[in-house]
């Protein structure tokens, strides 16, 4: 053990695996028993760990990983070897030769990509698992739907190539169902121009959390994609997802590291952004934005002392951030904090603490840095 683990710590976030495990379940619960369950665990599983929450996943019977790129595929294979993974992210040419060392399903978008990766498995005399990706209005990754069946056939022909898959990405499935649903009717409509597909021994997979309230059971779909909503992150309100009642995974932290009295009118912090308009009880938190509190929350957001909402005063400095807590009584240097999560029956939410950032949770996860331990919940206790 390091001397800096067991230093006490200033700011952590706590990750409930139990919670984890329970939200798959449920999850899976709410689905028609033929779907396959994706889990997407790309950039350090949304910032909860990817050793630790992959390996809980599989204990609780996740079919599939999704990734984003070769190098959180080779982390995860350290993990759980044989077990399929999706790269969702194209490669770049010179990993091409390195792919097949990790045994993963590729997405290929374009006619080059079929050639380059192709003739990378013919070289290694192996056969390349891929996933087809076709792009019905996200305007990212994959083929244009009318141009799909073409580059279906060029997958066919290749001699090293196996499909396994084929999906899409629908753009705005959390606010604007009309557009959703004209996505899953181009991507439906190019299946059926591809000559011959056996959509039967394919994954075929389109919905991801926030498509979840429009999913369709029938036709082809045999896969979803689930990212934040296993780890308790609601997109958007919709009767699925109210009654899946997935609880929050992460929680953040830190302590109170000093305590002191200011007179009104004195101006907090860097640039004089806020001056007291009373006497006040100030705390000073051992956390900043080099932790993860976003500087976009000066001024706005909330910590919860004691139970108890405290406003944040002044800028978020890269270290430390200021709160008021005149109203608190009783508060002490050491006391615990509470960013995000529970304390004393008053509550913080990912969203709701994303917001005063003017940002989503996707990026406040993935923004709490290296320097805050994770500390891993894995029943009762940590």
């Known amino acids: 053990m390091s001397t800096a683990s067991r230093l006490p710590l200033r700011c952590w976030a706590e990750i409930d695996l139990a919670v984890l ?8 619960a709410s689905l028609p028993d033929h779907m396959r369950y994706v889990a997407v665990i790309k950039a350090d599983a949304y910032g909860h760990g990817l050793p630790q929450t992959a390996a809980r996943l599989m204990h609780a019977g996740a079919d599939l990983f999704a990734v984003a790129n070769l190098a959180e595929a080779a982390a995860l294979r350290e993990i759980g ?19 097949l060392d990790y045994d993963v399903a590729v997405t290929i978008s374009s006619e080059a990509e079929v050639t380059r990766l192709d003739n990378a498995a013919r070289a290694a005399g192996r056969t390349l698992t891929v996933h087809l990706k076709i792009d019905t209005g996200m305007g990212r990754l994959g083929v ?56 039967a021994a394919l994954l075929i997979h389109a919905d991801n959390s926030a498509g ?12 979803v994609r689930v990212g934040l909503l ?35 009118g004195t101006a907090v912090s860097y640039g004089r952004t806020c001056s007291l ?19 976009a929350a000066s001024n706005r957001g909330h910590v919860l002392i004691r139970g108890k909402r405290c406003p944040i005063l002044g800028r978020v400095t890269m270290d430390q951030t200021i709160v008021d807590v005149t109203d ?3 508060v002490e240097t050491g006391d615990p904090v509470v960013l995000v999560g529970h ?12 917001r005063w950032a003017d940002t989503i949770p996707w990026e406040t996860l993935t923004s709490v840095t290296k320097r805050v331990p994770r500390l891993y919940r894995t029943s009762l206790g940590l």
């Open 277 to 295: 308009k009373r006497d006040s009880t100030v705390a000073i938190l051992a956390a900043g934005y080099g932790d993860g509190v976003p500087r």
């Open 212 to 223: 979840l309230e429009t999913i369709e059971v029938a036709g082809p779909f045999n896969a």
């Open 81 to 99: 070897p044989g077990w399929p993974v999706l790269l969702l992210s194209p490669l770049l040419p010179e990993e091409d030769r390195h792919v």
């Open 230 to 264: 296993q780890f308790g992150i609601i997109p958007h309100a919709g009767s699925l997802l109210a009654q899946v009642q997935a609880e929050p995974v992460f929680s953040f932290h830190t302590r109170v590291a000093l305590v002191k009295q200011l007179p009104a």
């Open 144 to 199: 244009w739907y009318e141009k799909a069946p073409a580059l279906y056939l060029k997958i066919r022909e290749a001699t090293h190539l196996r499909l396994a898959g084929v999906f899409t990405h629908f753009s705005s499935s959390d606010d604007d169902a009309v557009f959703t649903a004209e996505q899953r009717r181009r991507f439906l409509n190019a299946l059926q121009a591809c000559p011959d597909i056996d959509l």
């Open 21 to 28: 495990e329970r939200n798959l379940r449920l999850i899976r």
């Open 328 to 330: 608190v009584p009783g």
């Open 343 to 354: 304390q004393q029956g008053e509550q913080i939410g990912l969203t709701e603490f994303s």
